[in-house]
């Protein structure tokens, strides 16, 4: 386990390490999955290690129009699942509910659909725009916030109440569509990049994937709100439980890294970090992905979470925030650290943060 300090050269150190990983493995692309208890700067971190690398790309990197990479038939790759028919029922309390996949030749789509309907579903599009465009994304974030099971699903639930209530555990996420992203991503990782920097993009024919967003306003999922660009060579996955060891949760980091371990996180040794030593943490060799786990304690996390659920609306004091805090969130993310996969990197998350999601 290494713990390194959040500051504001981390983010540039992690921006760093990411080429580096990029570069040694010799493929296009790389995933990193990054977790963290409510309120640890998840969605912070991600963004701002993907901007410095879009910056990156833009100044520094090159766009190669004449050079093509082949990136395998994603449209067909989850062939394996039963065919949607929507006269089946769904056992909306089924975590480990089997999706369905309903292929439409015509526009050459996939939709891959799981408890949570079309709310939640992922479309796969074989298209070449974004990736023939010099423009095209580089890095980006993939929120997991989108696969929240709507609202209108939780109310159907035996035990309704504790549903709403309990909104963001673990069972209130569509778990297995969540696993079938990653199974689908993983499928993108294995193509060569054929002499690319690690800076450079060229042409390729990896679909473009479709996933919900999360819309706080309505506090529901979005449908297709977030493309994840077929010319991306850089994916940050942000979410709690990407890296929980669960029976269904736990198949998104075994899909990545089969022999990975169990390791509890250790809190205690979280408030005697006083660096930022990222660059010298040894990058792997052989590896498409990384896992990082971002840390943050009871106190900011009651604090920190407790203010965004006034913002957003959800209650109406402080005082209402913290103990809702303390019934769900807080729960979720103790769960988090202690029965969570290792990290290749422990990132002590601070009070500096403008952000906290």
Known sequence: MTFVLMMDSTYRDLATRTLSLLKQTGEYRIIILLVGAPG?????IAQRVVDILNEQHSTLGKHHSEKHITGGDLLHSNDDLPKYDPSTPIDIEDDNYTPTIDHDTSSSRTIIRGRGGDDTAIKIESSCISSHNKDSTFAQVIPMDGFH??????????????AILRRGSPFTFDSSL????????????????????????????IPDIYIPSFDHAEHDPKQYGTKIHGSARV?????LYLLLDDPVWG????????SVEREEVDMAQVSRIKENNVGEIPVPNGKNH????ILID??????????????AGIVKTLEEGEERVKVNDLPNGK???????RGDIDIVSIDDQKETN
């Open 235 to 239: 994916l940050i996955m942000e979410g």
């Open 335 to 341: 769960r988090v650290y202690r029965e969570s996969f």
């Open 290 to 293: 990384e896992f990082w786990k």
């Open 298 to 311: 009871d106190s900011k996390m009651l604090q920190r979470v407790g203010k965004r659920h006034v913002k």
């Open 40 to 44: 640890s700067g998840k969605s912070t």
């Open 178 to 205: 969540v696993v079938r992203l990653v199974s689908t991503l993983n499928d993108t990782l294995h193509v060569n990049a054929q002499g690319l920097e690690p800076l450079d993009t060229c042409t390729t024919d």
């Open 149 to 162: 099971l709507p609202r209108s699903i939780l109310t159907q639930f035996k035990d309704s109440t504790t």
């Open 251 to 258: 198949k998104i980091a075994r899909c990545l890294e089969p």
